[in-house]
């Protein structure tokens, strides 16, 4: 497998530069969504770098998947589950619009025949 830790970083540094401006323009619900990808992307980096695999997106799942290999501060899951009740969160309503069809279609998200 080609290690590819360096473009999993990149794309980290240029979504937090993303959530940044998202700050900036007051786009909230923006701006923590691409923290936690940047976070996200970060620690998948650091799987990379060791030629390990990362499964799912919880920042702070992944981040205690490689505490068996390096230690981990709480408060840093503690902050990473932040990050992942805002991705879950935004998860969560965008199933929950498209699987209530009343719903979906108030808010315009159904085409109308």
Known sequence: ?????????????????????????????????????????????VFQAIGAEAWGHSVAGLLEELGDKFNIPKALIDKALELDKVYIYRLDILMLILADPHLSFILGLRRRE
């Open 1 to 45: 497998m080609v290690e590819r830790g360096r473009d999993w970083l990149e794309q980290a540094l240029n979504d937090l530069r993303h959530a940044r401006r998202d700050m900036e323009g007051e786009f909230y619900d923006w701006a923590c969504f691409s923290a936690q990808q940047a976070a996200e992307k970060a620690v998948r980096a």
